[in-house]
Nanobody
Framework: QVHLVESGGGAVQAGGSLRLSCAVS????????MAWFRQAAGSEREAVAV????????YCTEAVKGRFTITKDNDKNTLYLQMSSLKPEDAGVYYC????????????????????WGRGTQVTVSS
């Protein structure tokens, strides 16, 4: 059974940095799509970034481009999200997601395309 476990969340001041991790267990197929989503209080969950062998890195949210970096360590089977220059609007619960099957490039940011999810890690950014 596949498990995704996020860690690395916390409270930081605006302008600070955090690195989120998502440890994957139960599979090691590097052809999976993996993504970070986030959900702010009172808002719908949105895609942040996706990584795959076919499409590389893709940032779904314009607001994070240049500040966030998604990477994957295949040896450690761990997904990362390096977040810098954090803003209060980046606060929320960050979720790791995975999909073992091919996703259309046009739909890789769609929440419904992912069927494996972690429980999330909270990020708080104070102004």
């Amino acid at each position: 059974q596949v498990h995704l476990v996020e860690s690395g969340g916390g409270a930081v001041q605006a302008g600070g940095s955090l690195r989120l991790s998502c440890a994957v267990s139960g599979y090691t197929d590097n052809h999976y799509y993996m993504a970070w989503f986030r959900q702010a209080a009172g808002s719908e969950r949105e895609a942040v970034a996706v990584i795959s062998i076919r499409d590389g890195n893709f940032y779904c949210t314009e607001a994070v481009k240049g500040r966030f970096t998604i990477t994957k360590d295949n040896d450690k089977n761990t997904l990362y999200l390096q977040m810098s220059s954090l803003k209060p609007e980046d606060a929320g619960v960050y979720y790791c997601a995975a999909q073992p099957y091919e996703i259309s490039s046009l739909r890789q940011c769609d929440e419904g395309e992912y069927n494996l999810w972690g429980r999330g890690t909270q990020v708080t950014v104070s102004s």
